[in-house]
C-alpha cells in the first residue's frame, strides 16, 4: 500500500496543504477533483518526491519516511522507479524522437518488451509519430506519447496529474480502458477536473479545496455529495 499521512506543504508563509491523508492500493484507482489553484499538482508533487512536505508521513510497501525528522534521507531512489507520476507538463525531451522518449526509460530500467511497445502505440494512436520529435506533435499528441510512457514503465504505484485534459472523447474512453486494465497489478491516484472522466474511472473519490480533503467516498459522492461546497462545485 501507499499511503501519505498528514501532508501539509507551507509555501512563503502560506498553507498550502493542510494534513492530507491519502492511500491507494493495487486494484483500485482513486482520484482527487478540486477547485483550481488549491494544491493539487503540489499535493502529486509531495507524494512523488518532486517536493518535500513540510510535514507528513509517506508510507510505501516496507518504506517510511518521517518528514519532520528525515528529510535529508528523502531521495528519489527511494521511491522509484516503483512509484511514478506523470505531470501535466509531460517532461518529454525536445532532443528525442517520440520513439526514443518512450524507449529511453524503458531501457535504462530494462523494461523494453516490443510485443508491449508496438500494441500501446497503435492501442494510443501515436504509431505514425514515432520519428517525430515532440514540438512537432499537438499538445494531445504529446499527452498520449507521455501516457504510453508512464504506462510501459509498469510502476506498482502511479500518480497522474490532468492526463486526459487535451483528449477528445475517444480517447479518454481509451485511457479507461487502459486505466481499468492495469490497476490489476497497479495502484492509481488520478487528479482531474473532469467529472465524466471521474464517474467512469473511480473506485473513490477526494474533493481537495482550499488545501483540505474536506469530503470524501465512493464514486456516488458525485451524484449525492454531502456537504454544500461539494454541491455548488459539482453544479457550477
Known sequence: MFWGRNISKIIDNKMILESIDIFVKVWEIKTIIWPSWWGK???LSCLSNIENPTNGTIFMDDININFSENKKIWKKEILHPKLSLLSQWLFLRPHLSVKENVLLPLREQWLFDKSAFDDMMKILHIDDLLEKYPM????WERQRVAIARQ?????????LDEITSALDIE????IVKILNKIKKKT????VT???HF???ISDYIYFLDHGKITEH??????????TKRLSDFLNL
Do not use: F, N, R
Request: include cysteine; charge should be positive.
Open 136 to 139: 512537432d506533435c499537438s499538445w
Open 217 to 226: 467516498w465512493t464514486v456516488e459522492i458525485l451524484d449525492t455529495p454531502k
Open 171 to 174: 480517447h479518454i474512453q481509451i
Open 187 to 190: 495502484g492509481i491516484i488520478v
Open 41 to 43: 499538482s503540489t499535493l
Open 193 to 195: 477536473h473532469m467529472i
Open 198 to 200: 471521474a464517474k467512469k
Open 151 to 159: 504506462i510501459l514503465l509498469k510502476p506498482k504505484y502511479l500518480l
